[in-house]
């Protein structure tokens, strides 16, 4: 058993006993202060445990299956650094170190709900240990390679450094509000509890929404197919927890100025880390590998995920059935018109959304009940959320011209006027531009409305200071978010031209210039298109590029991000004659191809877990040459090629042994030959309102969340949270 490991048991050991102690808050009595150094321990273990995989990882400790399979020397020490969660069992470590963190400071924030919440956390935490336990980084490979396979292509992007430990702290910070709700029903503590849940909500919403933001940028700038949502199930699973924690800040909200919606956000509140949950298992267990390009096939992790779920489902569901009745909360006026029946409506419109998203992304689980699984169609997307976000927008606009209690009159209509000009604006710039379709021009309409109301609503209380507006900030980023989404999908224009090297063709009002392509050190293709126009011009490097296991290429585009341009390759052909052709080399006899000298030298066998043959071969470039040995490797799944790359020309593999002949035929990259690409050239008027929208939500998110650090802050900062519980409305667990 090696270090690792070792960190993983005493993190799993010294959580058992804690969860026992912190239970004992569950039952109103005063537990033992061991337990907070025993989930302190426990941190600590974790936190070893990661560092000892990143040390791993920075070493190129390939005797270890994980490190080998996600790293490789070839990498940065940044990106080798981001390799450590790029598979199931890091991401997971780090998923439960930044759970542990959470609970930490949950552990010592002020109120009588802090450590009997802990006992829901360390539960939780159980569920990633178990997991870890049953498949760790740290096992040993039966064989250790030279080199690590290296990271997807796709993965080798500075995003991968900053988007996972975002994302993964969202889904930590979602567990608080789980077990607060958890610790007041066990308790039928109501009060305390709206007040102790608000900081996490906000942490989870702003960090939760900056990793999807991130996500999204990420797979608009290298995935190359012209997007930046595709309704993954993985990206899914991230936006389902996010709207729910949206619904709750503002059911919270509701909760704090009229006292109503305490069961409702009690649920939601239970209801989020579920979702968390269950999109941990669609994602991780292999149940959804056919249907999603993020999804990580089935590592023999399904029974523990099922459990987990169902086990969280069903005490969750024991814990509201025993309290429901007894939860004290005044009824809401949803059907007066009130700021406070204007956010319900928007709340539950949101949980709708989220709803008919979970909808979708389980579809193949519930189409395979009928014999032959199948996904929905982005379309289904399309015809739920246009209409909800009509309503959302239209909601986000008149809440604000509401007052809490009933309208007297139709005086709140005049506060309306700034919505009702910059709806106007947005309707006639959006015909005038070309936007011909009824739900665009709507949508556009309503959003501008909430954007002129949100925006004024902003400067007018900036004006009382920097804490006041925060809302309404974030509110109208949404907006200019929804604007950049709707207008660059209704104006955006795709045209897809082949062209030959050297040869120019017209696309969307641009001449588009072919001036080649060249192989990466990887062997994939990196072309030279010249994008010009009036006097304007644009260097162009799209790459097709090779996925590290053969599984075909992926396409990374070349953006502009000022004109809003977005050229993607497709393929790229060689021309007659000039293909991946195999070439045989004769033993001691130099050959000339693809722009070097290929001497094959001998054959080499080695025997490990599969059979290995490689070819040793001298490739010379003018003064410098460089010995490259290309194999196969054969073993009870077959035989494969082991492909290696040749400085400056690209992948070189063994296709054919000929050991009679004393000859080997490799497949050689064939660089600098003539070629025909294949382009796919968008433009994507307005996209950049969608970067735009999003950081200023954020920016509404963050400073919201620090007006309430400040107001609960200064009673609170430097005191431990070892309150003594006040007596429970209805008796503790007994």
């Known amino acids: 058993m090696n270090f690792g490991d070792l960190l993983l048991k005493l993190a799993f050991l010294a959580a058992i006993p804690a969860a026992v102690f912190f239970f004992q808050e569950l039952r109103g009595r005063r537990g033992p202060a061991a337990a907070e150094w025993l989930f302190g321990l426990h941190s600590a273990a974790l936190l070893g445990a990661v560092g000892t995989l990143w040390a791993l990882f920075l070493g190129h400790h390939f005797e270890y299956s994980y490190v080998a399979e996600y790293s490789s020397r070839a990498l940065s020490p940044a990106l080798t650094f981001a390799a450590s969660w790029a598979g199931q069992e890091g991401s997971i470590l780090l998923w439960a170190l930044l759970m542990a963190l959470v609970g930490l400071a949950l552990m010592r924030q002020p109120g009588p709900l802090s450590r009997p919440a802990m006992f829901f956390v360390t539960l939780a935490q159980f569920g990633l240990l178990v997991l870890l336990l049953m498949r760790s980084p740290f096992r040993p490979s039966p064989v250790t390679p030279a080199d690590g396979q290296g990271l997807n292509p796709l993965l080798e992007d500075p995003w991968m450094v900053i988007h996972p430990p975002v994302l993964f702290a969202g889904y930590a910070a979602m567990v608080a509000p789980f077990a607060l709700a958890g610790a007041a029903l066990a308790l039928g503590q109501w009060r305390e509890w709206n007040r102790a849940v608000w900081p996490w909500v906000l942490l989870a919403v702003l960090t939760l929404g900056t990793g999807i933001a991130l996500g999204g940028i990420w797979a608009y700038k290298v995935l190359g197919w012209g997007g930046y949502w595709g309704w993954d199930p993985v990206e899914n699973a991230s936006l389902v927890p996010w709207l729910v924690a949206v619904a709750l800040l503002h059911g919270l909200f509701i909760q704090k100025t009229t006292g109503g919606l305490v069961r409702s956000n009690l649920l939601m509140a239970l209801l989020g880390w579920l979702t968390v949950l269950g999109g941990t298992y669609l994602t991780r267990s292999g149940v959804l590998q056919d249907f999603s390009v993020h999804s990580f096939a089935d590592m023999g992790l399904n029974a523990p995920l099922v459990l987990n779920l169902a086990g969280t489902s069903l005490g969750v569901a024991a814990l509201l059935a025993w309290r429901w009745r007894s939860i004290e909360s005044k009824p809401t006026r949803w059907t007066s018109l009130s700021r406070e029946a204007a956010l319900w409506v928007g709340l539950v419109t949101v949980l709708i959304f989220a709803a008919m998203v979970t909808f979708g992304t389980i579809a193949p689980l519930l189409t395979s009940l009928a014999g032959k699984p199948a996904s929905v169609r982005p379309s289904f997307y399309h015809s739920v959320s246009v209409p909800l976000g009509i309503l959302l927008v239209v909601v986000m606009a008149v809440a604000p011209a509401l007052r809490w209690s009933r309208q007297a009159g139709l005086g709140w209509l005049t506060a309306l006027t700034p919505g009702f000009v910059c709806a106007l604006l947005a309707f006639a710039g959006a015909l005038f531009t070309g936007v011909k379709e009824g739900s665009h021009l709507a949508l556009i309409a309503t959003t501008g409305f909430a954007l002129g109301i949100n925006a004024w609503m902003t400067v007018k209380l900036f004006r009382r200071g920097w804490s006041y507006g925060a809302g309404y900030l974030g509110h109208a980023g949404l907006a200019v978010m929804i604007l950049g989404m709707v207008m660059s999908t209704a104006l955006g224009r795709t045209e897809r031209l082949t062209l030959k090297t050297g040869e120019s063709g017209q696309a969307l009002g641009y001449t588009l210039t072919y001036r080649g392509d060249r192989f990466d050190a990887r062997g994939g293709h990196e072309l030279d298109v010249l994008v010009a126009r009036k006097g304007w011009s644009f260097e162009a490097h799209p790459q097709l590029l090779k996925m590290p296991q053969g599984e075909g290429s992926m396409h ?164 431990r949270a070892r309150a003594t519980p006040a007596t429970p409305v209805t008796g503790g667990l007994q």
């Open 556 to 719: 990374k585009p070349a953006i502009s991000g000022r004109r809003e341009l977005y050229l993607s390759p497709v393929d790229v052909r060689r021309s007659e004659g000039a293909s991946d052709d195999l070439v045989w080399l004769p033993q001691g006899q130099p050959v000339p191809a693809g722009g070097a000298t290929w001497t094959f030298v001998a054959f080499r066998m080695e025997s490990h877990e599969a059979m290995q043959v490689f070819a040793d071969i001298d490739v010379s470039r003018g003064r410098s040459t460089e010995r490259i040995s290309p194999g196969m490797s054969a073993d009870a799944e077959g035989t494969r090629p082991l492909t290696v790359v040749a400085t400056g020309l690209g992948q070189v593999s063994l296709g054919r042994i000929d050991v009679d002949g004393k000859r080997a035929g490799v497949l050689l990259p064939g660089a600098g030959s003539a070629s025909q690409a294949v382009l796919e050239f968008s433009t994507k008027p307005l996209v950049n309102l969608v970067w735009v929208g999003a950081l200023i939500t954020l920016l509404g998110a963050a400073l919201a969340g620090l007006r309430r650090a400040i107001e609960v802050g200064p009673g609170a900062r430097g005191r």
